[in-house]
């Protein structure tokens, strides 16, 4: 069964309740160019994307944002718009005017940047923190409830505050405990239009954060509706398998009510992908196909070319029964290994994504072709590392440097390392905190300049982005994580 949700309202447009899975994406233009920003915005909205983020990190981007809805009007889009804000509470009071919706992180609403130092909390000044927050997010909320315009409590791993991380760890718990601290402000004002996020670059992190969200959800009897989202998930064929591991896995359990697949690449490009994902949410509706993960163990996670899968094996498509009958099926057979019958990254990953993460299939049989896929599907889901991780952001209004030409030619450079988690972040409001667990990173530090990082250590500053990629490269072979690429062929 689908989780029952309340309706929430953006602009016309509503999330939960008995509506379809809504479409997002996010602007990557600089929001203060108004004409730049509304070209991308009736892009979207003409292929489709349902309600649009725009990144507004200051007053100016915030009053921009007058303009960008007027002249949406003017040329007839009411396509909704949600204001993102992070560290900086006057520009979401101002911003409040002119879009339908405002997204905050509750790890850096009112929290500055976590300095990711241990620090002792005794109950007096944890309560002083959680005092000032709410005097930091209180006028925001009764604003929105004077103009029934909803927020987003939008959790990141690896935004969380030091407050938060010094309780909880940087978890999937702790992130839930973070945007609940919001929501509890909310409520004490009698506020109710609210959506939840929990987001991580790795798949399994955000699944258990989104699971624990809703338990604890249903322990306090709240039905908001949820956006789900992979983020950072990168580029090309990992990116997608990635989201659609991570989303497709929580929308056969009827966990969703809005996605975003983020992508390092033009935002149209996030469309399509969104689309399977919600065709395939209608398939689980059509045959009342919403399933529960199985309580077993994780699969062994094999990947065999179709000649080579072993005789004492079944072998199953999901052309005719869906994950919720091959849950069925792995009740009463061992060793299921399904055949990827599809080349679609979105599908692949959506599909495959629940079966290997409960164990009821034990691992996936692929033709020639698909070998690529197959690995992208495994590394999604952790059980076979075989190329480098790479966590890059979808980019937005801060990005300070060309994000998708940069992060191919570093993929181009390092995608021979598996195992190395290499972070390309476009800027360093948010990237050094939410590249997570990278074990490099990549991030910009002002326009045309990078900073470079070990793990969550600032290495090298402001190095020219001319020669960023060559110093990084330096840095994975001073720590001894460097191989030469074979070529093949
Ligand atoms: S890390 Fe990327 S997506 Fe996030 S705020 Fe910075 S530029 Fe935008």
Known sequence: MRR??????????????????????????NTRDIPATVEQIIRLADHGCEIVRVTVQGKKEAEACEGIKNTLLKKGYTIPLCADIHFYPPAALIVCDFVDKVRINPGNFADRRALFIYKEYDPYTYAKELEKIEEAFAPLVLKCKAQNKPIRIGANHGSLSDRIMNQYGNTPQGMVASALEYADICRKYDFHAIVFSMKASNPLLMIEAYRKLVEEMQR???????????????????????????????????IGDTIRVSLTEDPLEEIEPCKRLVNLWNNYREHNAFSKPRKGSRSKGELFRIEEVPKTATLVTLKTPKVARVREMAKQKENLILLLDTDCPIVAGAECGPLLLDGSIDGIAVDSSQIALGESILQATRHRITKTE??????????????????????????????VRIAIMGCIVNGPGEMADADFGYVGSKTGKVDLYIGKQCVEKDIDHLIADE????????????KDMTISG
């Open 4 to 29: 029952k949700t309340k309706e929430v309202l953006v602009g016309k447009i509503g999330i939960g309740g008995e509506n379809p899975i809504r479409i997002q994406s996010m602007t990557t233009s």
């Open 220 to 254: 306090l009897s709240w039905d908001y509706p949820i956006h789900l989202g992979v983020t950072e998930a990168g580029a090309e064929e990992d990116g997608r398998v990635k989201s659609a591991v991570g989303i497709g896995t929580l929308l056969v359990e009827g």
């Open 390 to 419: 790479f966590i890059s952001c979808p980019g937005c209004g801060r990005t300070l440097f060309d994000l998708q030409e940069v992060s191919k030619k570093i993929r181009e450079k390092t995608s021979h390392l598996p195992g």
């Open 471 to 482: 110093r990084l490269i330096a840095l994975i072979k001073q720590e001894g994580k460097w």
